[in-house]
């Protein structure tokens, strides 16, 4: 007996002929992948940290795409994870039902193809992070972690009308709890198994890992971390992968080298990498002609007011939450970004001390400053101030620093500070990016602003020298980026937001500890001339410094009885008893 085939087999492959047919008809093609990461739970043009607009987030990104697509059909949208939280408003929902996630729901408007889960999601465990992808549209990739997770795949395919055929795959840096497989050997069977089976056109290789060096010119970009998968994934893939994606770190990248790319969206969602292919039909296949890849600020996209009114009736929620009593306070602190860095701050104390007593380092650094943030006032004290205390997005690593190492830290940092005129001066770098001046912790140390060097450095009493070792808590922000740290090595990684950690140890005491020890002091060196008539007594009065450390500091004062007339003397005091008018205290140069 004759067999038929059945109705939905012939509609396959009539698709399939239509697919040859249109491929040969044509003889150029177009595809544009839209890359997104780090999104941190933005959704609205706001940032909470700041209480100010800021153009990001989801609703920002959803107008982009539906202007593109309203013009470009052939769009692939990926994102490479730590989409869920981070934010404000993505801590709040990610502990709600996904089903009621507005996080969720509008990554699912917007029409994502592709999901790489990143650190912030894979920290979940999981049941929550299994939870989480079925309730996405988009489907889960992961190479490494397929056999733990049943929605988790290892590639996807798409198939445009225009005939051209995209294969993603998809892997993850080792974190949490979860079971992971060799991620080169499990990619290179998948990649294989992809050309050989699927024919693809375009390979694209979506990781929420990052990168340590440039991929074009090989200069170190950030502080080399097992999370820095990239890298890897550059060398043992380059020959079949024509699009790479990267994720992990706040990084704006768009490296190109013939036809390949390489791409670091940044993060908040302030920015996406937007990747235009063209391609030309050879009678078998096609072949790429030509990658441009550019990054576009959500800055520049003004916000569908139908989009926006969706997004905005979640707001409420947010704020209350927000506005709710967490812990106290017995005192009234004030915080000036710029004080903040020549004088021991409370602030940056707390939660500085906040992350070593967490992750048990030896010292800390922190240095993410908000530009608004004025202080706290005595009595209650609400999560909205908490996360202003901390002003943005990070997590942080136990990085493992000599003390010249650490010693060389401080003299790039004094770089940007300099002494004139009775005034200090801020380099324009400093000035528009504030947090590039490490403040230490558990440190005792005297930095001298008009010589560029650090006068004292000491640990539980002790003078560093540069052959001792520390355990240094260090923002994540701080290891990559502009003028990032390079140095030490990473021992341990903590991929979770620095307000969940503040706010564990809050909500534990209940009272913000706001107690200062000064163990820091931005100090100027002056010169003093003798003048006839000076004693030696009465110039140490004067100056305000202590007679013994006055003849230390000077060798010419053979006998302390005699002082010749036009002799200088040097000495150092601490800038702010210098007392300048507060207004005086900055300027550019």
Not at 88 to 95: A, L, M, Q, R, V
Not at 284 to 306: A, Y
Not at 580 to 585: G, I, Q, R
Request: aromatic fraction near 10%; hydrophobic fraction near 40%.
């Amino acid at each position: 007996m004759k067999k038929t085939l059945k109705p939905f087999v012939l509609v396959i492959l009539l698709c399939g002929v239509l697919t040859v047919v249109f491929a040969q008809s044509a003889s150029a093609a177009n595809v544009t992948i839209v890359h997104t990461s780090n999104v941190y739970g933005n959704v609205l043009p706001y940032n909470y940290f700041s209480n100010s607009y800021e153009s990001k987030g989801l609703v920002q990104i959803a107008t982009y795409v539906k202007e593109l697509k309203s013009s470009n059909g052939n769009v692939l949208l990926v994102d490479t994870g730590n989409l869920t939280f981070g934010s404000p408003f993505g801590d709040y929902f990610i502990d709600k039902e996904p089903s009621e996630n507005p996080v969720l729901t509008l990554f699912n408007q917007i029409g994502y193809d592709v999901f790489v889960p990143g650190t912030f999601e894979l920290s979940l465990g999981k049941e929550k992070l299994s939870e989480l992808c079925s309730n996405l549209k988009a489907q889960p990739l992961a190479a490494n972690l397929s056999g733990d997770l049943k929605l988790m795949k290892t590639y996807y395919l798409k198939v445009f009308d225009n005939g051209v055929k995209v294969a993603i795959v998809g892997v993850v840096p080792e974190y949490g709890n979860l079971v992971y497989s060799e991620y080169v050997k499990t990619l290179r069977k998948t990649i294989d198994t992809v050309k050989k089976e699927l024919f693809p056109d375009i390979i694209v290789l979506a990781t929420s890992g990052g990168i340590t060096f440039d991929q074009v010119t090989g200069k170190q970009k950030a502080l080399k971390s097992e999370l820095n998968i990239g890298d890897n994934l550059v060398k043992d893939f380059s020959k079949d992968v024509n699009v790479f994606l990267f994720g992990n770190q706040a990084l704006v990248y768009t490296g190109k080298k013939e036809n390949k790319v390489f791409s670091l969206p940044g993060a908040g969602g302030a920015s996406l990498n937007r990747i235009d292919i063209t391609l030309k039909y050879s009678g078998k296949r096609w072949d790429i002609t030509n990658i441009v890849i550019k990054n576009i600020l959500m800055s520049e996209v003004k916000p569908s007011q139908s989009i926006l009114s969706w997004a905005q009736q979640y707001e409420p929620q947010v704020q209350k939450w927000l506005s709710e009593t967490v812990a106290k306070t017995p005192v009234t602190v004030g915080f000036n970004k710029y004080m903040t860095i020549l004088d021991d701050s409370p602030i940056t104390e707390l939660i500085n001390k906040t992350l070593i007593k967490y992750s048990k380092a030896d010292i800390g650094i922190w240095n993410v400053f908000n530009p608004n943030f004025e202080g706290i006032i005595e009595g209650d004290i609400t999560r909205q101030q908490i996360y202003s205390m901390i002003g943005k997005t990070t997590t942080f690593k136990v990085v493992q620093l000599s003390g010249k190492q650490v010693k060389d830290i401080f003299k790039n940092n004094l770089q940007m500070l300099s002494f004139d005129g009775g005034k200090v001066l801020f380099s324009k770098v400093l000035l528009q990016s504030p947090w590039l001046y490490d403040l230490f912790e558990n440190l005792e140390y005297e930095v001298v602003l008009n010589g560029g060097f650090i006068r004292k450095i000491a640990y539980s009493g002790k003078v560093v020298d540069d052959g001792m070792m520390f355990l240094v808590s260090v923002p994540s922000f701080r290891t990559y980026g502009q003028n990032p740290i390079l140095s030490g090595n990473v021992v341990k990684e903590y991929e979770i937001p620095i307000q969940s950690v503040l706010f564990a140890e809050v909500q534990r005491n209940g009272i913000l500890d706001m107690s200062e020890d000064r163990n820091r002091t931005s100090s100027v060196l002056l010169k003093y001339t003798v003048q006839p008539g000076d004693t030696f007594r009465k110039v140490a009065y004067r100056l305000g410094v202590p007679e013994e450390e006055l003849l230390a500091l000077n060798p010419i004062i053979a006998d302390p009885n005699l002082l010749r007339p036009g002799w200088n003397i040097v000495y150092y005091r601490k800038y702010l008893d210098l007392i300048p008018p507060l207004k005086e205290l900055f300027q550019v140069k």
